[in-house]
């Protein structure tokens, strides 16, 4: 009776405390995904107190298993009855699997150890991202971390427990990730590991750590590693971002090559000296390259940047690195790449406004046409509209190559002053073309293919399509367009 009252006093209590001070309901209730053999999910809602006994307590009626025969699979592991979700790295709508662990004999190469710590029904332990935390460090690094942890603040301390990602989608920028594990075969994430990574060659690599896959009807036993953003909530199973194993948290106190500032997180260079650089030089590093366009091409890596310090076999083996600068100048850089691999095949880009489409035409051809682009004739050795006669220089620009090591600088006050020339001249390019026997510039207003040069030395009769004499099939193809 006593007990009773006390219950009822301290339920009527908390409801008076929350009347008076609302807080947001993510504090006290954590929504999670339960993901059943068979492929049964529902949505949960939990405490952040409340430990892996009580989870499994509570599904067992959902899940048609006895509480003693269910095992939470989270990252790899099956989950100890006494870790708290809160210890978990778990974000809203995170999903954690609920199945009956297979009982699979495997030949045991492992220390005698790991075999006493291991001969137990359930392999039980925390997930991979608590594990984990220094993935990318060396054993002295490790120690020297774990030293520097030791004295610091709890606040400190979790934001050194951290990987680095890339989410491009909706962050679209550089967050801490988690790292998450599912069998390489059915993706499924009911999968525990053997043994847990030792370097990144284990997560970025397939094939390199093996386990069990927990499905009922799959019994592949490779392990397939993957990140998540922290940031935002979990967008279901196939939601995956792009591991940063470059970025790494200055727990060194390292300074920028650059700026020489101590910032935190930064690039560390797969050199010999592993110089670090901040983002923010890093982006400006990249920027004034790709301006240049100076990136370096590798056969097995694509276009790509060495370490700014000029170290030799220092180049950034993992182009996702790239996306720092942002989807714009990924993409202007992945532009640049395709039209430097054309060029350096023998290509030829079409010089028209607004298209750069990449042409692959017989080296010996000088007359080239921009199929399945904007459709330009121009000519192979001076870019121009195709001509009869001889090419004529006209003092532009044409393509520059992405290893130059020119800069190219522009007084910014006579940028200003050559605005109006520079518009007037691109206009013209795209609306006119030049007779193909005298280049006389040429516009078409409307009507028909068939053009007549206006100039009375000349008279050319030519296609405004093909840019060359017309003829018969002109105007059985295209006469009218």
């Keep these: ?122 392999h039980q332990d925390k997930p991979l991202c608590e594990t984990l935390l220094d993935l990318q460090l060396t054993e002295e690094e490790q120690k020297l971390l774990h030293k520097s942890l030791a004295c610091s603040s709890p606040e400190y301390k979790q934001k050194k427990a951290q990987f680095y990602v890339y989410c491009e989608f909706p962050c679209k920028s550089i967050q801490s990730g988690k790292l998450r594990v599912r069998c390489s075969l059915c993706k499924a994430g009911a999968f525990t590991v053997d043994r847990d990574p030792c370097c990144w060659d284990d997560v970025l690599r397939p094939e390199q750590v093996s386990g069990t896959c927990q499905m009922e009807d799959c019994d592949h036993s490779w392990a397939e590693f993957y990140f998540k953003c922290a940031h935002h909530p979990s967008r279901g199973e196939t939601d995956s971002t792009l591991p940063l194993n470059l970025v790494k948290s200055n727990f060194k106190q390292v300074q920028c090559l650059a700026c020489m500032d101590i910032s935190d997180p930064v690039l560390v260079f797969q050199c010999t000296n592993s110089h670090v650089i901040c983002l923010e030089c890093f982006q400006q590093y990249c920027m004034s390259r790709l301006n240049e366009r100076r990136f370096v091409f590798d056969p097995n890596i694509g276009y790509t940047l060495p370490c700014p310090a000029g170290c030799e076999n220092s180049l950034i083996d993992g182009t996702q690195h790239f996306k720092i600068l942002g989807n714009e100048q990924y993409q202007r850089l992945l532009h640049f790449g395709a039209e430097e691999y054309v060029m350096s095949t023998g290509g030829v880009l079409c010089p028209q406004p607004g298209c750069g489409m990449g042409l692959l035409a017989d080296p010996s051809c000088r007359r080239i046409q921009c199929t399945g682009g904007c459709e330009f004739v121009f000519c192979r050795d001076c870019l121009q509209g195709y001509h009869i006669d001889e090419c004529q220089t006209n003092g532009e620009n044409n393509f520059q190559s992405m290893l130059t090591t020119t800069e190219y600088v522009v007084d910014p006050g006579r940028a200003a002053q050559a605005r109006w020339d520079a518009d007037s001249r691109v206009t013209i390019r795209v609306t006119s073309k030049p007779c193909p026997k005298c280049r006389t510039p040429t516009e078409r207003d409307g009507g028909c293919m068939h053009m007549i040069c206006t100039r009375q030395q000349c008279g050319f009769h030519w296609c405004w399509v093909c840019q060359t004499e017309w003829t018969r099939e002109c105007m059985g193809s295209h006469w009218f367009g």
Excluded: Y
Excluded at 7 to 34: C, G, K, M, Y
């Design 1 to 122: 009776m006593i007990k009773w009252l006390l219950s009822l006093i301290r339920s009527l209590l908390n409801r008076i405390l929350r009347f008076f001070w609302p807080s947001d309901s993510s504090e006290f209730t954590l929504p999670v995904h339960i993901k059943a053999a068979g492929g049964k999910t529902f949505l949960i809602q939990m405490s952040r107190d409340w430990d892996v006994a009580r989870i499994k307590k509570f599904i067992a009626p959902k899940v048609g298993l006895k509480v003693e025969d269910i095992s939470i699979i989270l990252a790899g592991k099956s989950l100890a009855d006494d870790l708290l979700l809160e210890e978990c790295d778990l974000g809203h709508n995170s999903i954690l699997n609920a199945v009956k662990l297979k009982v699979i004999k495997k030949a045991d190469t492992t220390s005698s150890e790991d075999k006493n710590r291991r001969n137990t029904p359930f």
